[in-house]
């Protein structure tokens, strides 16, 4: 037979096959009920849509041995040649018609398994009688005569038997007349790529169009020929091509079934992954590697790049199955990334994606090493070290740096794998590997032999992914690691309890933050638009990672072992000492205040003993003097006028000064102005 596009009748009706034939070393049929009717709803839908798509088999794969003239052996696709046969047996069961020629030679199955010699017997048998009796109902095929008991012991049979019945459950839905009709629509319209091992025709030939809707071959089809052709004999090509199809339907389980009807996305996808890594391991150029992770599509995909061999393809995809199936990797990655199938291959893949998988991949692969532990917390490393952000700003160059690293620490033939380690490969890798994470490393390599070292750890991870943190802890480490390296656990773990306790994401609670750190010192953080005064004042990863971060702390200090109520008593605390401070003891002193900050503590402290309209909504400040602003029938507040918005861009309230329009009930009541000053003193 020829490489190239057919029917299923034509494929079968070609004039140089007798059979199609399972081997003794393939697998079983293994497709249950669920695999049938995604297949057979899609082959009805294109039905349905008459002509508007055409339906798509993929591609076989078999060779014919100069010892069995005429008879071919199925490398791939037994599952779906199967299916397809026993749905056309349905149909003609259905219609009460004799099997048609094509179907059969010498009265046996066209297709035929040698994988026991009870499926053999049992195909053929089943197949006799389709042919010369009427009298089978159904759905009674295990009532039949002929069928015994053995059978029911054959996970091919009983598959088929299975599946048989399904299937003429599901042709219900035809009536006699466009049942008919569909039976042809799957004989000449299902189409099927066939590629004949033995046929050598490679190269240009397998980026032909191969069907009528002008689907270029996919690239795990093109590189299977590519891989199977370097294999020397037909045993080889057997078991490989069998080990080829357990891969397909690992990527069919594990498919994006929203986006992708198939496993090519994902099998595509891998290979993706393994040219990445192979490139880094070979010392190819960074420009090279992150030129191939840019690309969206898998034309630059090469047999030669992927793998020396299939025995090294085989080590990275048990690597990735070992990802994909170890539910603490997926339950972490899933978690932190709020996807349900992060580490799917069809997913649509980003730079970031492969930063934070591929030298994951390549460790497990090169080292041969499952410890769930211990990888886990490599995991954890690399993920933490893409959410910060100078690796993040440069993540393209960071992937093979990354990539790389897993390589060198490989290479030491290591016999288990510890994430500490990784210190000593700091050179040349000071943005993966920056003082921060040697430090935490160091701090983890202390206790590396101690029952202590997963309480360390978890104190460790909870900083690092609190929001406010998000990856980056230093300002946290530097607190409570003296000089000469030891370790205030205590007073850390007080910290960050404390952080917990203060930033949930509570808009309250965070106005109430912003309210108090305005007495410690200024921890606004410059925003855009740049061409007025606008600040962000609840930018708090801004403000810990920043010279703000010491007020931020003597807040944390003073809220140590108290509760959320404590930050009442202490605005009020802040609110008297700077009144105090600054001799503001009457309504001329208030209105005296001339700078922004001086002037945001007063109305700060007015909105906090009346209305709290300040920062109910939005935790932002903006000063814009661009406008002149008076109040319609009043005089401004301030001797120093400034138009001051209390807004998230002030363009969206116009140029109205929103904090003092809103506190203008109070700041022009005198009597509830002296209540304020008389409350703040007492």
């Not at 029917?7 to 140089?16: N, R, T, V």
């Not at 709020?338 to 649509?348: C, F, H, N, R, V």
């Not at 906090?608 to 109040?631: E, G, L, M, P, S």
């Not at 319609?632 to 904090?659: A, L």
Request: net charge negative; with cysteine.
């Amino acid at each position: 037979m020829n490489t190239g596009s057919y029917s299923y009748e034509d494929f079968l009706e070609d004039k140089d096959l007798d059979q199609f034939v399972i081997p003794e070393i393939q697998r079983d049929y293994v497709w249950r009920i669920a695999d049938v009717r995604d297949l057979l709803e899609y082959i009805g839908e294109c039905f349905v849509k008459a002509g508007a798509d055409v339906p798509y088999l993929g591609f076989i794969y078999a060779y014919n041995d100069k010892d069995y003239v005429h008879k071919y052996f199925l490398v791939d696709g037994q599952q779906r040649m199967t299916t397809i046969f026993l749905l056309l047996v349905c149909c003609y069961r259905k219609l009460n018609k004799k099997l048609p020629d094509y179907m059969t030679h010498t009265n046996k199955p066209k297709i035929d398994y040698k994988v026991r010699q009870e499926t053999h017997d049992y195909l053929t048998e089943f197949i006799h009688q389709e042919i010369i009796s009427s009298d089978l109902g159904e759905s009674a095929i295990r009532d039949q005569v002929w069928f015994h008991s053995e059978y029911d012991n054959d996970p091919t049979i009983k598959n088929m038997v299975t599946n048989y019945e399904f299937m003429m459950e599901w042709l219900n839905r035809f009536a006699i007349e466009d049942l008919a009709k569909f039976t042809k629509y799957v004989e000449r319209s299902v189409k099927i790529s066939y590629f004949d091992l033995k046929d050598g025709r490679q190269g240009e030939e397998l980026y032909i169009y191969m069907n009528s809707r002008g689907r270029q071959l996919e690239a795990n089809e093109t590189l299977k020929a590519d891989f199977l052709s370097l294999v020397a004999t037909h045993e080889e090509r057997t078991k490989w091509g069998k080990i080829w199809e357990n891969w397909q339907d690992f990527f069919w389980k594990h498919r994006n079934s929203k986006r992708h009807a198939d496993a090519d996305a994902g099998f595509n996808e891998f290979l993706k992954m393994v040219q990445i890594i192979n490139l880094c391991n070979s010392g190819k150029s960074n420009n090279d590697i992150i030129k191939l992770a840019s690309e969206k599509n898998t034309k630059a995909l090469n047999v030669q790049l992927i793998a020396p061999s299939l025995d090294s393809l085989q080590t990275y995809f048990e690597a990735f199955k070992w990802l994909l199936e170890t539910e603490s990797i997926t339950k972490f990655f899933n978690h932190y990334e709020g996807a349900e199938d992060y580490l799917t291959p069809s997913k649509e893949w980003k730079l970031i994606d492969y930063f934070r998988v591929l030298p994951i991949m390549n460790l497990i692969a090169k080292t041969a090493i499952t410890d769930v532990e211990a990888i886990f917390r490599v995991v954890r490393f690399i993920y933490n070290a893409s959410r910060k952000r100078d690796l993040g700003k440069d993540i393209a160059s960071q992937l093979p740096i990354a990539i790389k690293l897993m390589a060198e620490y490989s290479s030491c033939k290591i016999d288990t794998i510890e994430v500490c380690d990784l210190v000593k490969y700091q050179k040349g890798r000071t943005t993966l590997l920056d003082n921060e994470e040697v430090t935490k490393l160091g701090l983890i390599a202390k206790y590396a032999s101690e029952d202590k070292r997963p309480t360390i750890e978890k104190l460790l991870w909870e900083a690092e992914d609190h929001y406010i943190f998000d990856g980056e802890i230093n300002p946290l480490l530097k607190r409570y690691i003296s000089i000469d390296g030891a370790f205030n656990e205590k007073g850390y773990a007080n910290s960050l309890n404390t952080i917990k306790l203060l930033f949930t994401n509570s808009q309250t609670i965070d106005a109430q933050i912003c309210r108090a750190l305005l007495y410690y010192g200024m921890t606004w953080i410059q925003d855009s638009p740049y061409y007025y005064t606008n600040y962000n004042c609840q930018n708090w990863s801004e403000v810990v990672k920043s010279r703000a971060s010491k007020y931020f702390f003597e807040l944390i200090d003073d809220m140590h072992g108290k509760d959320i109520n404590f930050l009442d008593e202490i605005i009020k605390t802040k609110i008297k000492n700077h009144f105090a401070s600054e001799g503001v003891n009457s309504i001329d002193d208030m209105k005296s205040q001339d700078s922004l900050l001086s002037q945001m503590r007063v109305l700060i402290a007015i909105d906090f003993y009346t209305n709290n309209v300040i920062w109910k909504k939005y935790t932002y400040i903006a000063q814009d003097d661009r406008y002149i602003h008076f109040w319609t029938d009043h005089t401004p507040f301030f001797k120093k006028h400034r138009v001051v918005y209390n807004i998230y861009r002030y363009v969206k309230d116009g140029w109205q000064g929103k904090v003092l329009i809103d506190m203008k009930n109070v700041l022009c009541n005198e009597d509830k102005l002296n209540e304020v000053l008389a409350k703040i003193h007492a």
